[in-house]
């Protein structure tokens, strides 16, 4: 999982500033839904999923390094959680890690 993350944070830094400003036909965002999301249980956490790829793929040149972070923690820990309960735990963990 950490893997994965180092690779979707460096490929959100090597990407070209204009197709992460549009977020149209990006290809790294692509591929962070079809990574992140293939092992997905529950719905809430494919949205929160979701939400952190857009971040980081659509938005990430306006991310501050805690907010990146809080992102990458949400891809490497939410991907086969089932429960709710874990999943919102999961989230505050995330942000309490990176005080956001």
Known sequence: M?????????????SPLPVLAQGIGNPDYDRCILQSLRDSQS?????????????????????????????????????????QLAIQQILRACQRQNQM
């Open 2 to 14: 950490r893997t994965l993350a180092c690779l979707l944070v460096s490929l959100t830094l090597t």
């Open 43 to 83: 719905s809430v956490a494919a949205n929160a999923i979701r939400r952190s790829c857009e971040a980081l793929y659509r938005n990430g040149a306006l991310l501050l390094p805690r907010e990146r972070s809080y992102h990458v923690c949400v891809l490497e820990n939410l991907q086969t959680v089932r429960s």
